[in-house]
């Protein structure tokens, strides 16, 4: 195994399992070579974009590859898709698999594997790539729900930080009863109330069940006219988050209008701080999904009026 630096702290994505799974199997691992207990910090999209990388080292997970973060003694294990080489940063990148099983590679080459891991990080493998036809698909989904249910360190605390103690968390029943009873509710409403944001955006709204299944049956059933659907979250300090998804990659050049980020059909943005309201935040995207029409430069000049005049009689 090539040489790690020492980091001084292991940043990680907020929004998902893969971010919680990829941070704390890379803060194992910094024990394990280092002894030390580095420090974790999690982001969401919006946040990283606006954090200036200060540290002379650090270890970066599920977090796309950009050209401010090639620096050397900083690390980098991801799956995003990148247009950046590294010049002077360790990246180690794989788009066919999780940034959690980047990271378990990485552990194991040092002995860190274990039976209860090697069966969570698959289970977040397949969450996170959505590989719908794996057996375990549906339980996979679970997992993935318990983060978007009760947000990253609110389950940190939960599991005190031990990876061990998420697999079979009692939790997870609660996650199996609300797939069973909500989901259907959850589909059909939102099924009858998709709003236009353009042609190719639908903002669907969700009352129940887990959005992420309700809106892969809505693209995969091709229940609505949009290959890209949005659903909004509010947090609990006012941010709005978007969430998009489509089938054939048009959900990455959405969310890049909104200066967010992710997979080509499973990606976020967080909106602006002035956008506190889920009505505000349709209507803000609205704007920026329908740019008004540039209006033609006016004429300068007598010359290029003149030549507009002939041009309108055919000459």
């Known amino acids: 195994m090539f040489s790690l ?14 971010g919680l799974v990829s941070g704390l199997l890379l803060k194992r691992l910094a024990r394990k070579l280092f002894a030390v207990d580095v420090p974790l910090e999690a982001y969401h999209n919006h946040n990283w974009r606006q954090r200036s990388p200060r540290e002379k080292s650090a270890w970066v997970c599920d977090m796309t590859f950009e050209e401010r973060l090639d620096r050397p003694e900083w690390v980098i294990v991801d ?13 180690i990148h794989d788009a066919t698999k999780s940034a959690g099983l980047l990271c378990y590679e ?12 090697d069966r969570l990080v698959h289970l977040n493998n397949v969450s996170d790539l959505f590989l719908e036809d794996d057996p375990d698909f549906v339980i996979a989904t679970d997992y993935a729900n318990l983060v978007k249910t009760y947000q990253f360190w609110n ?21 199996a009863v609300k797939r069973r009873v909500e989901d259907p509710l959850g589909y059909a409403w939102s099924k ?13 709204d969700t009352v129940v069940g887990n959005i992420n299944l309700i809106v892969h049956h809505l693209l995969e059933r091709k229940a609505t006219k949009y290959p890209v659907l949005i659903t909004l979250f ?14 054939n990659g048009e959900a990455i050049k959405v ?3 909104l200066q967010g980020g992710g997979h ?24 920026v999904l329908n740019p008004a029409p540039s209006r033609e430069a006016p004429l300068n000049s007598l010359e290029s009026l003149f030549d507009a005049i002939e041009l309108a009689k055919g000459k």
Do not use: F, W
């Open 79 to 91: 799956h995003h898709a990148t247009d950046v080489g590294a010049k002077q940063a360790t990246l």
């Open 106 to 117: 990485l552990c194991q080459a040092q002995g860190l594997g274990t039976p209860q891991l």
């Open 234 to 247: 509010r947090k609990a300090n006012g941010m709005i988050i978007a969430s998009l998804r489509s089938r």
């Open 155 to 175: 389950l940190y605390e939960l599991i005190q930080g031990e990876l061990e103690r998420l697999l079979d968390h009692p939790l997870l029943e609660v996650m």
């Open 255 to 257: 969310a890049e209008k």
């Open 5 to 18: 630096p020492k980091p001084e702290v292991i940043l990680t994505h907020e929004s998902d399992l893969d």
């Open 192 to 204: 009858a109330n998709v709003t236009e944001l353009s042609s190719t955006v639908g903002y669907v």
């Open 264 to 287: 080509p059909n499973a990606c976020g943005a967080t909106l602006p701080r002035s956008v506190q309201q889920i009505p505000d935040a349709v209507r803000y995207l609205r704007q």
